[in-house]
Structures are given as structure tokens and as C-alpha cells.
């Protein structure tokens, strides 16, 4: 089965500062990467997705990367607020494999 | 509609009692999933449904742990004779797919504390 790796399980950065979270998967048939943002007593909260087809994705503040041949894919997020603290999630999926592979998480602190 | 909906948002029971928790998905949303959470770690998958019918079970599911989501609407997730290892967050998301897996919106969850 398919396996997700995510790296830092935390990281503390300054407030305006960028923050990049980094994930690997296993299994070259996933196609599907969704990153999801999870505050306290609350649950995941999907913030940008990404297919296979493309490299890049964009949206305001928040970026993902994917690399097909080396099989990772990244989050970046830019100019952090404090609002941006939180537990970060990436996770994987492939066609016909109808669920979510998560990673272990990321622990993001924005320092003011 | 503001998303999906989980009740109760905490539970706290003895062990070897049965818990059902509910979940109301995304009104237009054909597509159901249970997931469990422990401290620290990601969701993990424990089933889905596919409007009524529950088309795939993890391993983690095992035979005191029931899911129905009668007819295509809300879903309930009953535990049978608790054990100290089922205490987790269970966490219900809906997605509409047609085919290839979509964007999952996830509820706020049911802590589970069995004592």
C-alpha cells in the first residue's frame, strides 16, 4: 500500500517569513495530493490539491511543488501570519484507490 | 448547508459499552468516509460509502466496529464492547466523485474517550 512520509514534524518560523513543508510517497500509480490544515479540536481543512498532470499549483500565499520522478511534493507557504499556525497535513491518493494515504503531520509555529 | 456535521463532538464511556456516532455529509456529496485519528498521527481510512452501499473496509475495522449509511444520507459508525484502544478522534468526510477520488471536506470529528 501506498506510504507518506512528511518532514519537519515541526517548524517554528517568523512571522513574514516563508515556510516549506516537504512529503514522499511510495507508490508511483498515486496521482491525487491534497494538503490540509488542522487547528485545534477542529478537523482537516483542505487548503490546495494538486493532480499529477501539472508541476505547480498556486493560490495567494500558499504554493505546492510535485515531482513525479523523485516522487515528492512540497508546501510553501509565504509572507506567514500568526493565522498560519497549525498542524499540516499532506496526503496521497491514486485512480481506483478510492482513499487517502496521510502523512504524520507538521507542527508549524509562526513566532511574532 | 454549512458543511459536514458530526454528533456527538464528545464521547466518554466505559469499557465494553457500545458508542454510535453520526454523521451528516454535504447534501450534494455522493461519497461518505470514516477516518480515525490518534494524538499526534494523521487520519487513518476506515471505510467509505459510495451513496448506500459501504464499498471498502480497512483492516483497522474489525468486527466490533459496524458503518451504515442508509439510504445515501447521513452515516452512523457504531463500536461495540469499547476497549481502551479505540479512544481517537473519528473523523467523517464527503466528497461528490464521479469516478476519480475529489476534494474531501472534513467534519469537526467525535473525541472518543473510553475509561
Known amino acids: 500500500g501506498e506510504n507518506v512520509e512528511q518532514h519537519p514534524s515541526t517548524l517554528s518560523v517568523q512571522e513574514g517569513d516563508s515556510a516549506v513543508i516537504k512529503c514522499t510517497y511510495s507508490d508511483s500509480a498515486s496521482n491525487y495530493f491534497p494538503w490540509y490544515k488542522q487547528e485545534l479540536g477542529k478537523g482537516p481543512q483542505l487548503i490546495i490539491d494538486?493532480?499529477?498532470?501539472?508541476g505547480e499549483k498556486k493560490d495567494q500565499r500558499i504554493a505546492v511543488t510535485l515531482n513525479k520522478t523523485a516522487k515528492h511534493f512540497s508546501l510553501h507557504i509565504t509572507e506567514t501570519q500568526p493565522e498560519d499556525s497549525a498542524v499540516y497535513f499532506c496526503?496521497?491518493?491514486?485512480?481506483?484507490?478510492?482513499?487517502?494515504?496521510f502523512g504524520t503531520g507538521t507542527r508549524l509555529t509562526i513566532i511574532p | 448547508d454549512t458543511g459536514v456535521s458530526q454528533n456527538p463532538r464528545h464521547k466518554i464511556t466505559k469499557r465494553g459499552q457500545n458508542v454510535t456516532f453520526r454523521c451528516d455529509p454535504i447534501s450534494e456529496h455522493n461519497r461518505l468516509y470514516w477516518y480515525r485519528q490518534t494524538l499526534g498521527q494523521g487520519p487513518e481510512f476506515l471505510t467509505y460509502?459510495?451513496?448506500?452501499?459501504?464499498?471498502?473496509k480497512s483492516r483497522l475495522l474489525s468486527d466490533r466496529f459496524s458503518a451504515e449509511r442508509p439510504k445515501g444520507s447521513f452515516s452512523t459508525l457504531e463500536i461495540q464492547r469499547t476497549e481502551q484502544g479505540d479512544s481517537a478522534m473519528y473523523l467523517c468526510?464527503?466528497?461528490?466523485?464521479?469516478?476519480?477520488?475529489?476534494?474531501?471536506?472534513f467534519g469537526s470529528g467525535t473525541q472518543l474517550s473510553v475509561l
Open positions: 496526503a496521497a491518493s491514486s485512480s481506483g484507490n478510492e482513499k487517502l494515504t
Open positions: 468526510a464527503s466528497s461528490f466523485s464521479a469516478g476519480v477520488l475529489e476534494k474531501l471536506f
Open positions: 494538486i493532480r499529477s498532470n501539472v
Open positions: 460509502f459510495q451513496n448506500e452501499a459501504q464499498l471498502e
